[in-house]
């Protein structure tokens, strides 16, 4: 039974049949011309591209992901090392301190004495000098009433 | 070697086969089976996809896979029959694939519905003619690119391919009442579509 023998039983309509046997002409002519083209280069070629792009950007990728975290080691390494070299630095400050404290500490302890009696000293003259500084700084005002203490005192 | 011996009903022995010989045989049965159907294989799923790269990857990964399971084949169908049907099946692998890979575009490679149409043979024609069957053909691809997986697959069977009902119905696996059901929504939007009805 051909095409249009069976499109005839089942489609009552010459439009709709002439239209489906267009159809199927159409693609039996693309099919055929396609068909007798050689396309595996061009498949290849696309998916050897794709691939090759696809290897690139992993690679890439990987090695990015390498680098930071070389970079990321060899920065923690570096931040390690300083605060090593400051504790290090911070310890020996405090031994050396630790060592000279004792010896000030004596001779602090051996000067003492003389040291408290020249301060003593020193608080009596400046108080004397001040005391005197006063008493000739008097007010015009009462200059009578100096007079008189002075003359008591000589009294 | 390995010998196998075919035996008559009366206990007579005839000319011994060896495996090899008997796998020659298959492969070439396997061979003229290609050679055959090959093309119309194709031409289904270029109709399918309306992508000549893709249906030429499927029609090889048809073929691949049924040379895996030529020893499964028990002829209960036609080879043609049982062919479409992985071919069918690969159909719906990769379209459930490209879902899955949401952004692809699904149809990157697929021509368009007006550069589809622009095949047709010259045959014995008017430019006038040439122009108004250009024109249909366009409105079928238009239809068809509306229809359902299921509708599509059974009208290009039958429209395109050529096949009787009961191989559609083996082909896709559904009863011969679905295929016809099927058939007639898909024949009456190519009948509104050439009518300008939508």
Redesign the interface.
């Known amino acids: 039974m051909s095409?249009r023998d069976?499109?005839a039983g089942?489609?009552d309509?010459p439009?709709?049949a002439?239209?489906?046997e267009?159809?199927?002409?159409?693609?039996?002519?693309?099919?055929?011309?396609?068909?007798s083209?050689p396309?595996t280069a061009?498949?290849t070629a696309?998916h050897t591209w794709r691939l090759a792009a696809t290897w690139a950007l992993g690679c890439m990728l990987a090695a990015g992901s390498l680098a930071d975290g070389l970079y990321e080691r060899h920065h923690r390494e570096e931040l390690a090392r300083i605060a090593a070299m400051k504790a290090a630095e911070q310890k020996v400050a405090l031994e050396r301190r630790a060592a000279e404290q004792p010896a000030a500490a004596k001779i602090v302890t051996k000067r003492q004495p003389t040291a408290v009696k020249r301060a003593a000293n020193e608080n009596e003259d400046l108080l004397a000098t001040v005391d005197s500084d006063v008493s000739r700084q008097v007010p015009a005002a009462m200059e009578p009433l100096a007079q008189m203490m002075v003359d008591n005192g000589t009294n | 070697m390995q010998t196998s011996t075919k035996v008559m009903a009366a206990g007579t022995a005839v000319k011994p086969m060896t495996v090899e010989a008997a796998e020659e045989i298959a492969a070439q049965d396997f061979a003229s089976i290609v050679e055959s159907h090959r093309?119309q294989i194709?031409?289904f799923l270029?109709?399918s996809l309306r992508d000549?790269?893709l249906?030429?990857?499927l029609t090889q990964e048809c073929f691949l896979k049924a040379h895996r399971n030529w020893n499964s084949f028990r002829g209960d169908s036609s080879a043609m029959t049982w062919l479409m049907r992985i071919a069918i099946n690969l159909q719906k692998d990769h379209w459930r694939n490209r879902r899955l890979q949401f952004w692809r575009h699904t149809q990157a490679n697929a021509i368009g519905v007006d550069e589809?149409?622009d095949?047709?043979?010259n045959?014995e024609r008017s430019a006038e003619q040439q122009i108004v069957?250009r024109e249909?053909?366009a409105?079928?691809?238009k239809a068809v690119d509306g229809l359902s997986a299921r509708q599509r697959t059974v009208f290009l069977l039958r429209?395109?391919e050529?096949r009787e009902l009961s191989e559609i119905a083996k082909a896709t696996g559904l009863s011969e009442g679905t295929v016809k059901a099927h058939?007639s929504r898909a024949?009456s939007r190519?009948?509104a579509e050439?009518r300008g009805i939508r």
């Open positions: 095409w069976k499109a089942e489609i309509d439009v709709l002439g239209a489906l267009n159809f199927k002409a159409s693609v039996d002519a693309w099919s055929e011309f396609a068909y083209q396309r061009i498949w696309r | 093309p194709f031409r270029l109709a000549v790269d249906a030429e990857t589809a149409s095949w047709l043979p045959g069957a249909q053909v409105q079928v691809w429209y395109v050529d058939l024949l190519v009948r050439l």
